[in-house]
């Protein structure tokens, strides 16, 4: 077997300033995207309290990244990721303002504009934020940068969504959207302060690494990579709890909605925090506790939603919704750093861009599917949440199946894409060191 040495969180930062940057400029971004996320759905209870009315919210959240994304992706890999991520901070800054336009239910449309394009801005800096982290952090510690990103999300949604509810609460709306446009100016600063090494694309990468079509025909002759991407539009299938919170907040909740919706996404966000980090700690980062931690995220996330059906009060919603996402984390995590792991640099903008629009589709499926099943079928809360249960099953047996079907390969001596096997008795199929172009194979234990 082969050993190696993790770096911790603060010594990560402490001794990559360049990641440090990056990690800054998530912190404040994300901590003003949560907070817009809390004044919106404020927003549009203020002005309808239509279950569609959310969920189309919902929809003009996701499904505009489905069409930025193939073009995202080739503008990722060719430019600066670096300069990607400033731009569309800087107009992200200004189309937040624009939500100070909105007075009553007539300017509902330019809600849905605004988040139109500032969803569609995102779609630009997520995969340019996800395809750089290799270029700042050794090949060694990349399970432990992934880790921290996804432990900063969780804390930043718990804390800028408490931030968020108390600051509607407090102050209003419009307090909510200046304070976040300013997020967006800061963390552009601090990405102005990364110094990337990156590899020019001429040097590193097929002459035809700019072609979206190029980047699928990889994805199709490396099974593991393509699975792999597939992952988080599995965990997507319950996306519709987004759609789902705001209405519990606001028909089973007796606080005020914008406070219940701001407790029920803070528990989102703590529960989040702890996955990736208590399976680092209790099991390690071997590529196959990631494989087998994923599986049983899907399952055990599946019985949170059991239990949120069953939930009527504050403190138990905001228990189940806790573990449904402290599951969730683990399979958005660890699936994150396999494809940093796997997949070669030149392709990482793409293969983030084909993630994101893939997760969005099907989130954006799922919420209108929340929205329509309350006002179409008058479906309650508990039914919805049993469904949820139910499609989250699905993507958790089709990836223990591949696992099966991998593992059963590699046993006959046989390669899976570049995945090939070194001995049978053993099954990592992607090495933790080494380097990502060349073949992975099978880690003995």
Known sequence: MQ???????????????????????????ELGDWLNSIAIY????????????????MMAKLLPIVLVSPIAGVVVDRVSRKNVMIVSDLLRCVVVLGFLLVEDQDALWLVYALVIVEISLSGFFEPARSAIIPSLVPKNDLVTANALSGSTWSVMLAFGAALGGGVVYLFGIKIA????????????????????????????????????????????????????????AGLAVAGGIMTLIP??????????????????????????????????????????????????????????????????????????????????SIIWVFSSALIHLSAPDHYLGRVFSFELALLTLVMGFSNFGVGYAVDGWEMNVKQIALWMAGLVLIPGLLWSGFLVFLRNRLAKGECVGSVCPVDPSGFNPIPITGDRSTKSQVEVK
Not at 3 to 13: A, D, E, M
Not at 14 to 23: C, K
């Open 3 to 29: 050993t190696r040495k993790t770096i911790g969180y603060f010594r990560l930062l402490q001794q990559n300033p360049s990641f440090r940057n990056l990690w800054y400029g998530q912190v404040v971004s």
């Open 42 to 57: 404020a927003l549009i209870l203020k002005l309808s309290d239509s279950g569609m009315a959310m969920a189309g919210a």
């Open 177 to 232: 959207f200046i304070l976040d446009a300013s997020t967006f100016l800061l963390s552009a600063w601090f990405i102005s302060r990364i110094v990337p090494q990156e590899k020019s694309n001429k040097e590193d990468s097929p002459k035809q690494s700019g072609e979206l079509s190029d980047a699928i025909r990889y994805l199709i002759a490396e099974p593991m990579v393509l699975v792999l991407s597939l992952l988080k």
């Open 247 to 328: 209405l519990m907040a606001s028909q089973l909740l007796s606080v005020s909605p914008s406070l219940g919706i701001g407790i029920l996404y803070s528990a989102r966000g703590l529960g989040a925090a702890l996955g990736p980090v208590l399976v680092r700690r209790i099991f390690g980062e071997t590529a196959s506790v990631l494989h087998w931690a994923i599986a049983s995220a899907f399952f055990l996330k599946a019985l949170s939603y059991i239990f949120i059906a069953y939930s009527h009060n504050l403190w138990t919603l905001s228990l189940g919704v806790a573990l449904a996402t402290l599951f969730g």
